[in-house]
């Protein structure tokens, strides 16, 4: 019979996900219980039954306040707003860029412009002082606004990822005074990371400092491409506060005290001072998991040594089974979205491969002949972990490299055995300045050896395999299969793992028909923010990428984090034509980080960049694209060829005849009419009245549309009364966000559509919106699914 706790924890697990992909989970738990009814008994299914309910209620409730309370936050401040007024900090601040972050409560907030911020809004702002402690009252003036966060379907993690932070509003703040200092344990424990920090820049070179910050407070503002190659190696984990710290730190500390206060006789002769230790040692484990960050990974690390310390304090046995499952328990009822933390997950994995799987794999690798037998401990557990984590690895990650295995062997006992100590020990030794430097000197050696392994991993190209986005079918395939292998005999293993194999490629199979579909056209306008962005798919099984969006100055890339998981879900490594329509920033940024990896047939581009000389963006962009030989086609060519993609017809019918070396960048955007059968899609960029008249004069026949990408973010500058009675669209979209400063869509535009009676789909209050036609009939999905 399986522990009832370890049931009703994974039973919680599976309901919190439920609400992300209903069909598919709920097939899987009914599957699994159905199959495993007889090892649960009837009274464990039905346990298993009302928590996942529970959960899934739990977790459904959580997204949609979360919603609903920023739909009501953008109605009430509107567009970014300078703002002043008091504050709470609510979250330890952080080195985040060249400054630092932390959350706050609103507490009485003005905004210019009228907008106002409820008190008890959860901020997220970015400033220069590191000087704020939880609890501080302080004030602030800033820019502020409400959170952009991305709805796309296939690409929907930024959402769940939103909802669980719970922040509302966010905006950088150029001042910040404190008016009342907290005295709250949570405050000494950010005045001691501020300390620690403070201490680590001072005696750590800058390449090692950001290094030892991650592994020591749970701070991520690493150099992007060291970023890269840690996660390319695999060795992101070495520099994430997890299990081992917690081993490490407090378990240590916990032995310490154990041995001391065996030497007091009385109490030794009296009582079992390991259970004494024990019970110390949970308070001191809390406080050192807030003092690490407070990260997911550290959170679960924590309950799960909970569990272990308070069962010895108690008098019994820790099982780890057991731990592990009150680990996952807690965790979740703690955070109604802890799924969709990350750190979470691939903590949970990792713990419950080097349970399931370490000790069969190490005597699996003991027959094996030296060499490979004398580091079969390391490698191992490197394996275990690494397998339990792959799924999560998958969503994550579009390459995983087979080098990141060699990679832990040599680099994970340098980091436990040395970087991890010294760094540790470092945070006590400000006191004794000759010994805080050699401690610092012998973890910053240590740590640049790690990321010198990892850069070494990375550069082994030919190894970082591109992997494709599990689907949700998929990775439920995988966990009923990991449940049933779990309980069945050892001879039903192999053919448990067969049918779930065969059960992934035919969901493989499904996820490549439906991404890249044949005989369709397909045009998703992508929810970018304030910007455009659209993928096309076409008839013959190509596909057209137009724009990526992208804002100046903004942490957020619309190219890695909206494009890039999209191409994944969608199953494409490339795009037939990818379409600049102009070179502005809001059209331009997102394209330029995610053409590099895909493969590209033509490049459109108006030719404006080359007359403006614009910036090292766009320069970039095209000098990367001409490297790789690809063509690179302007409106002089563009305007006198029509192509076809099965019985699609795409044609360039602005700036035609060539571009208007007078004219704005927006009125010379690359304007593209799409047509299958009856039906036809008219995209115009960011065109205004100037293109729009032009295109009367010169196309007025090719303007007739059933959709209209309505031009510049529906501004008043454009969609003129005449040009959208000459393309007369069924449904319109426009593409804005929530961060806009300007207004758009403007009000006028609004009743220009509105007094014909046009649908205007808007991805600021709808994300993401799909257009489809086979030639005859239209499918509009708003939103995502």
Request: glycine letters at 10%; proline letters at 5%; a positive charge.
């Amino acid at each position: 019979m399986l522990d009832s706790v370890l049931v009703a924890a994974l039973a919680w697990v599976t309901g919190g996900l439920l609400p992300a992909a209903p069909i598919a989970v709920a097939a899987g738990a009914l599957t699994t219980l159905l199959l495993l009814h007889k090892n649960l008994g009837a009274a464990r299914t039905t346990l298993a039954v009302v928590l996942i309910a529970l959960a899934a209620w739990r977790t459904s409730s959580a997204l949609r306040d979360f919603e609903q309370r920023r739909e009501v936050a953008w109605r009430e401040l509107g567009a970014p707003a300078r703002c002043a007024g008091t504050v709470r900090v609510a979250g330890s601040p952080s080195r985040a860029r060249d400054g630092y972050v932390f959350a706050a409560e609103a507490d009485e907030l003005e905004c210019e412009g009228g907008g106002t911020i409820r008190a008890g809004t959860r901020l997220r702002l970015y400033g220069s002082s590191d000087e704020l402690s939880r609890g501080d009252a302080c004030f602030v003036i800033g820019t502020l606004g409400v959170v952009e966060v991305f709805r796309n379907e296939g690409a929907s993690q930024q959402r769940w990822g939103a909802a669980r932070q719970g922040t509302l509003i966010s905006g950088g703040v150029v001042d910040v005074r404190v008016i009342t200092r907290s005295r709250s344990p949570a405050a000494w424990i950010d005045r001691a990371r501020a300390h620690v920090r403070r201490r680590i820049e001072a005696t750590y070179p800058p390449g090692a400092a950001s290094m030892a910050r991650a592994l020591v407070l749970g701070e991520n503002d690493l150099d992007p491409e060291d970023s890269e190659a840690f996660r390319v190696a695999g060795l992101s984990h070495i520099l994430a506060v997890s299990g081992s710290h917690v081993a490490i730190a407090v378990f240590g500390v916990v032995s310490v005290l154990h041995a001391l206060l065996r030497r007091v006789e009385r109490w030794a002769g009296s009582f079992d001072v390991g259970r004494l230790a024990a019970a110390a040692g949970i308070p001191l484990l809390w406080a050192y998991a807030e003092f690490a960050g407070s990260g997911g990974s550290v959170r679960r690390a924590a309950w799960m040594a909970t569990a272990a310390l308070l069962a010895s304090a108690l008098g019994r046995h820790p099982s780890g089974a057991r731990a592990f499952a009150l680990s996952l328990l807690a965790g979740e009822l703690a955070d109604p979205l802890a799924s969709f933390d990350a750190s979470f997950g691939l903590s949970a994995g990792a713990t419950a491969g080097l349970m399931v799987l370490s000790r069969p794999l190490d005597g699996w690798m003991a027959k094996l002949p030296p060499p490979l037998s004398w580091v079969r401990g390391p490698m191992s557990c490197t394996l275990a972990a690494t397998v339990a984590c792959t799924p999560w690895l998958m969503t994550l990650s579009p390459t995983l490299s087979p080098v990141g295995l060699v990679a832990n062997v040599v680099a994970v006992p340098i980091g436990e055995a040395i970087s991890l100590p010294a760094c540790l020990v470092h945070t006590v030794l400000a006191p004794f300045p000759n010994a805080e430097r050699g401690v610092a000197w012998l973890g910053s050696m240590s740590l640049i050896a790690v990321r010198t392994i990892a850069r070494a991993g990375a550069a082994v190209s030919w190894a970082n395999l591109p992997v494709p986005q599990p689907t949700a079918w998929q990775l439920v395939t995988l966990g009923v299969a990991a449940a049933l292998i779990a309980c069945r005999p050892k001879r039903a293993r192999i053919p448990i793992a067969l049918a779930a194999a065969a059960a992934c490629l035919l969901a493989e199979l499904a996820a490549i028909r439906a991404g890249t579909p044949k005989n369709l056209l397909r045009i998703s306008f992508l929810d970018v923010g304030q910007g455009d962005s659209a993928l096309v798919d076409l008839p013959d099984g190509s596909a057209m990428l137009i724009d990526g969006g992208g804002a100046v100055g903004s942490p957020v890339d619309p190219g890695r984090t909206v494009i890039g998981p999209l191409m994944r879900a969608r199953r494409r490594r490339g795009v037939e034509i990818a379409v600049l329509t102009h070179p502005h920033p809001d059209h331009l940024i997102g394209l330029a980080s995610a053409l590099p990896a895909l493969r590209v047939g033509q490049f459109w581009d108006n030719g404006q960049g080359e007359l403006d000389e614009v910036g090292a963006v766009w320069r970039g962009l095209v000098q990367g694209l001409r490297a790789r030989s690809v063509s690179i086609v302007r409106p002089e060519e563009l305007c006198r060829m029509t192509k076809h993609f099965g019985e699609a017809e795409v044609r360039a019918i602005g700036p035609c005849p060539e571009l208007d070396r007078s004219g704005s960048a927006n009125d010379n955007s690359i304007v593209l009419r799409l047509t299958l059968g009856s039906k036809s899609a008219l995209l115009v960029g960011d065109a205004e009245h100037e293109q729009e008249h032009r295109l009367l004069a010169t196309s007025r026949e090719l303007l007739r549309a059933d959709l209209l990408k309505v031009g510049h973010h529906g501004s008043r500058t454009s969609s003129g009364a005449e040009f959208l009675d000459a393309v007369n669209p069924s449904v319109a979209v426009v593409s804005c966000g929530v961060r806009n400063r300007f207004g758009h869509p403007h009000a006028t535009t609004l009743e220009t559509f509105g007094s014909r009676g046009i649908p205007l789909l808007r991805t600021d209050e709808l994300g993401g919106v799909t257009w489809e036609t086979d030639g005859e009939r239209v499918k509009v999905r708003k939103g995502v699914r």
